[in-house]
């Protein structure tokens, strides 16, 4: 990317989606989507900081930077 950079205090429009390590698909977005970093689990906000408008990453999250251990409930 070569845009702007997210920082804290951005709200990136992102496209993602979400897979479990065997590849199966738990959550994407369909069109880009607002993301309020303090409004989202701690691994997806530390992934997206630094980003530049048009780069790609490919990003693992540890359970204690997402839902636990025992998921989303």
Not at 22 to 38: C, I, N, P, R, T
Not at 46 to 66: C, Q, S, W
Request: no cysteine; proline share 4%; hydrophobic share 35%.
């Amino acid at each position: 990317g070569k845009g702007a950079v997210v920082d804290e205090n951005t709200s990136p429009l992102i496209r993602y989606t979400g897979k479990f390590l065997d590849g199966s698909v738990f959550g994407a977005s369909k069109e880009e989507e607002m993301v309020h970093l303090d409004e989202t689990i701690p691994g997806f906000s530390k992934a997206l900081l630094g980003m530049k408008e048009g780069e790609k990453r490919t990003v693992f999250i540890h359970p204690d930077l997402g839902y636990g251990t025992h998921g989303y409930l």
